[in-house]
């Protein structure tokens, strides 16, 4: 039994505060049957206040989106010098910008798409590259704000330009990939298992399917040639050493194999937190590699640092 005090961050005030609260209500449960002495904590405005009162031995980082995988809450756990899980402040931030996460990847010879930054105002009436396409917003996660665009598609999508729109005000507009849904987690120097996502019902790998029940089937070992199996798993680890991530991160990808086996591998991006309640997709990857839940989350613990 550990003994260490673990101060688990979730909730925040993210579009993902539902699927941190999730991750972290799981996260703390384990680790509390892994024998450590946790502190749930619903991160509010005042988490320095918090913490430098509590002075846990280390964070479990629960947080997810915007503040909480951005680098904010990463610069003010330096400051506090409490070590936490996941990566350190500069590989957050670049990670959670899908444009600056892209040029560092390409720069790293990772295959990935042609895109474009854009302010959402600047769409007018023509595309601004030939259908079809997807518009992401640059700093968000769990799908939130992801529209593609369609072949026969007249006009971009005017919900970018709408008061409805909750997402910032720049979007990266990526060419679409076809193909299947592949992602592979990371758990420092080593790839995790290939897992393929087939959404259920639904055009792709969205909010819903991702955490409705029913809403996605993960096949792990992916049943895909090993070249590609290895590739991906490649990949994964060369852009979690690019971005500087450490503990655990997930990249996605998409592989087209219409034409032929082997086919098309492109990163799309990586998430370093992902989700972390049992069924979700690194927990699952772990647990192909032998690790129960709990002991994943104690090598995620044990890990933990400062100037990561």
Known sequence: MSGKHVAVLMGGFSSERPVSLASGKACADALEAEGYRVTRIDVERDVAAVLAELRPDVVFNALHGPFGEDGTIQGILEYLEIPYTHSGVLASALAMDKGQAKIVAAASGIPVAEAKIM????????????????????????????????????????????????????????????????????????????????????????????????????????????NIYQKVQSLALKAHQALGCRGVSRSDFRFDDRFSEEGEVIWLELNNQPGMTPTSLVPEMALHAGLSFGEFLRWMVEDASCQR
């Open 119 to 226: 302010n959402r105002f600047d769409f007018g009436s023509e595309h601004p590259i030939a259908p079809p396409y997807v518009v992401k917003p640059v700093r968000e996660g769990s799908s939130f704000g992801v529209v593609i665009v369609k072949e026969d598609q007249a006009h971009p999508p005017q919900i970018l330009t709408s008061d409805e729109w909750r997402y910032g005000d720049l979007v990266m507009v990526e060419r679409y990939i076809y193909g299947r849904e592949l992602t592979c987690g990371v758990m420092g120097d080593k790839a995790l298992g290939v897992t393929e996502v087939l959404p259920q019902g639904l055009a792709f790998y969205n909010y819903e399917s991702k955490y409705a029940p029913g809403g996605s089937k993960h096949v792990i070992p992916a049943q895909i040639s090993p």
